[in-house]
């Protein structure tokens, strides 16, 4: 889940962009005098808890704004569940209304009430904010310290932006890749504000998508009718592990306006990527077991989920350069045979983009778990439904029986039985101690997800 900067192909060292964080402890404050002392970007506080907005919150937003300086906000939490990290991202979404962002929404975790929860229930609440954030059509970002993101965060769960505070004057080492904007001193001095001031660096451009509630309405867009090829064909000879093509806007408008992506077909979201060397994207599931992966997505622009169903046309992202790319382009690909990212292979996608194959839109989006994807090996499919009475009783005895051990689900489990296992060890299928490994025959495997796929075990 890591998220790191130089996966998405920007070097820490390519944008110092200045920037500040205010609330109502820095009074009245001159934006026109702050925007001629080359801060480009200000966090503004929206406010605390659930029900307390910060006094100078709409005064900051609009004079900043028309100070021409790109707005983001931060929220400082004290919830102490996730219902209550919930409630105050919607009461956040209250204050935003009608209004206009350049910058994220901002995750404020480091109250002293909090330590006590625990890494999960932290990072489960930062998670569950900014995807309240994130749904409403705003890029979420989690703020918090060095002390915390080391101690009582699991940082590997997070896949947000990330704003973290350590005061020092040189860039220390715990300003690592994944860092998106620093924040290094609270005594900056900036013209217009009376005081000290929260300072900040940004490593990349924060900027937000346009957000509409009509995508429709969005006629600069890829994977519809404003395609353009950048590279020619599949596996193309100078680089051959290219799965797939790369494709631009046509009216070439990406270095001066966002250019939407959307999705070729109905479908399921089964993926995200944030990170690696092909950045951000996403993977969708279609009718006819066809898969649909785009990749190098503009930074945070991602606007779906795993498990999110999707109609042809809907937004799934921004085109950017994130991962190992270069320039502004989507690089789409086509997996057949495949309802997720480990199965199947890639194919030429271009029949696809071309109306020549098509996807139908007429099924469950491709998430058929009765397709029988583990090819038996001891028996053909239909013969092995027959023998389910029998094979389920003595399935029974034997892992009752056996030294079968198991984790709950093992790391090195094929993908097709994950989650026939899952059952069967929640079942009390398969005993053993949670130190232990599955110990199973491919063979056997194979025989238990069938007889699952069956119905043997019920849901």
């Given amino acids: 889940m890591s998220v790191k900067l130089k996966e998405r192909g920007i070097k820490m060292t390519s944008l110092q962009i200045r920037g500040i964080d205010v609330s109502k402890w820095q009074g009245e404050i001159d934006w026109k005098k702050v925007k001629n002392d080359k801060v480009e970007f200000a966090f503004i506080r929206t406010g605390y808890s659930d029900n307390y907005t910060d006094p100078y919150f709409e005064k900051n937003y609009n004079n900043a704004k028309a100070a021409g300086i790109k707005v983001g906000v931060y929220h400082y939490s004290y919830a102490l569940n996730v219902s209550e990290a919930k409630k105050e991202a919607e009461f956040v979404l209250t204050l935003l209304k009608n209004k206009k962002l350049d910058y994220p929404v901002a995750f404020d975790a480091e109250d002293n009430s909090q330590i006590k929860l625990g890494k999960k229930i932290i990072t489960d609440m930062i998670t569950a904010f900014c995807e309240v954030i994130k749904t409403a059509g705003h890029t979420p970002m989690l703020y918090t310290n060095t002390n915390w993101r080391t101690n009582y965060i699991d940082i590997t769960q997070i896949s947000y932006l990330l704003w973290q505070a350590h005061y020092t004057t040189g860039k220390p080492a715990a300003i690592d890749d994944r860092v998106a904007v620093w ?60 799965d797939g ?128 994807e583990v090819n038996l090996v001891s028996k053909e499919y239909e013969e092995l439904k027959k023998e389910i009475a029998v094979l389920r009783t003595d399935l029974t005895k034997w892992t009752n029986n056996s030294r079968t051990k198991y984790s709950w689900i093992d790391a090195n489990m094929p993908e097709w039985a994950r989650a026939t296992i899952h059952k069967l060890t929640q079942k009390g299928y398969l005993n053993g101690d949670e130190n232990g490994k599955l110990n199973l025959s491919d063979d056997m495997l194979r025989i238990f997800v069938t007889v699952d796929r069956a119905g043997a075990f019920g849901k």
Avoid at 198 to 226: R, Y
Avoid at 282 to 290: C, E, F, L
């Fill in 183 to 242: 924040q290094y001193s609270s005594t900056g001095k900036v013209d217009g504000i009376n005081g000290n001031v929260d300072m900040n660096t940004g490593f990349i451009d924060l900027t937000n998508p346009v957000v509409t509630d009509n995508p429709g309405a969005i006629k600069n867009h890829v994977i519809s009718t404003n395609n353009e090829l950048l590279t020619s064909g599949f596996r193309i000879p100078s680089r051959p592990t290219h």
């Fill in 245 to 372: 093509v790369d494709l631009v806007d046509k009216d070439r408008k990406e270095k001066t306006q966002d250019v939407y992506i959307k999705s070729i077909a109905d479908g399921t979201v089964t993926d995200t990527i944030v990170g690696s060397s092909i950045g951000y994207g996403a993977s969708i599931a279609h009718a006819g077991k066809i898969l649909t992966r785009y990749f190098h997505m503009k930074a945070g622009s991602v606007r779906v989920k795993a498990g999110q169903k999707v109609k042809k046309g809907d937004i799934l992202g921004i085109m950017g350069t994130t991962g190992e790319s270069t320039g502004i382009h989507l690089h789409f690909g086509v997996k057949e045979n495949s309802t997720v990212w480990d199965n199947g292979y890639y194919v030429d996608p271009m029949p696809y983009l071309e109306g020549k194959k098509i996807i139908n839109s007429d099924s469950d989006n491709g998430n058929n778990n009765n397709d029988n």
